[in-house]
Nanobody
């Protein structure tokens, strides 16, 4: 099992910046991809960025050039640096961690599960 906690959200003016953090805690888990999603009121949850455990990252088109995802594997923490924020970026931001139990790997029965945090609110005022 993993416990996932996001932090760093808040209220910022358009053009400002925020840095979100996602911390995963738990024992004997191999953590693979970590993704940031967001969900605005009345909208479906959408993928914003993903980073693999080797550090390769991908982004939603509207986030490219403005958002940067990074991770500290030693601390099982991922960051989302958001610059040049727009009112359209207003949403609850969620972190999803894909992980496999070490015990399952050792039994040659790896089964990946996804673990979600509770979300952190980002509000961008115009």
């Amino acid at each position: 099992q993993l416990h996932v906690v996001e932090s760093g959200g808040g209220l910022v003016q358009a053009g400002g910046s925020l840095r979100l953090s996602c911390a995963a805690s738990g024992s004997r888990m191999q953590i693979n991809d970590i993704s940031w999603y967001r969900q605005a009121p009345g909208n479906q949850r959408e993928l914003v960025a993903t980073i693999t455990n080797s550090g390769r990252s991908t982004y939603k088109d509207s986030a490219k050039g403005r958002f940067t995802v990074s991770r500290d594997n030693a601390k099982n923490t991922v960051f989302l640096q958001m610059n040049s924020l727009k009112p359209a970026d207003t949403a609850v931001y969620y972190c999803k961690v894909d992980a496999i139990a070490i015990a399952d790997i050792l039994r040659d029965k790896p089964s990946q599960s996804s673990y979600w945090g509770q979300g952190t609110q980002v509000t961008v005022s115009s």
